[in-house]
């Protein structure tokens, strides 16, 4: 049974720091590519950020340069470190599975001004 469990989220101040964790069981985990995802009250989830199996990156324009993907195999657990924290990137965070149905239960993000 394949399981996604998301930590780290929680309520910041604009321009401060979280970074979330998404700890992954029931897949050979280094052979997939992930990612995280977010949806905000009233809007569309929307895709923040990918890693490939092999490390490359993308991201959302909305995020670039702000946000950090990342993967430790040895432990089964994809980062989003985010930084500069701004109103809009309040939501819930979702990490996945690339090329599978696997989701997350989603981390509460809160940005206060």
């Known amino acids: 049974q394949v399981q996604l469990v998301e930590s780290g989220g929680g309520l910041v101040q604009v321009g401060g720091s979280l970074r979330l964790s998404c700890a992954a069981s029931?897949?050979?985990?280094?052979?997939?590519?992930l990612g995280w995802s977010r949806q905000a009250p009233g809007k569309q989830r929307e895709l923040v950020a990918t890693?490939?199996?092999?490390?490359?990156?993308g991201y959302a324009d909305s995020v670039k340069g702000r946000f950090t993907i990342s993967r430790d195999n040895a432990k089964n657990t994809v980062y989003l470190q985010m930084t500069s924290l701004k109103p809009e990137d309040t939501a819930v965070y979702y990490c996945?599975?690339?090329?599978?149905?696997?989701w997350g239960q989603g981390a509460q993000v809160t940005v206060s001004s």
């Open positions: 996945w599975v690339s090329g599978a149905d696997y």
């Open positions: 029931g897949i050979i985990f280094s052979t997939y590519g």
């Open positions: 890693i490939t199996s092999r490390g490359s990156t």
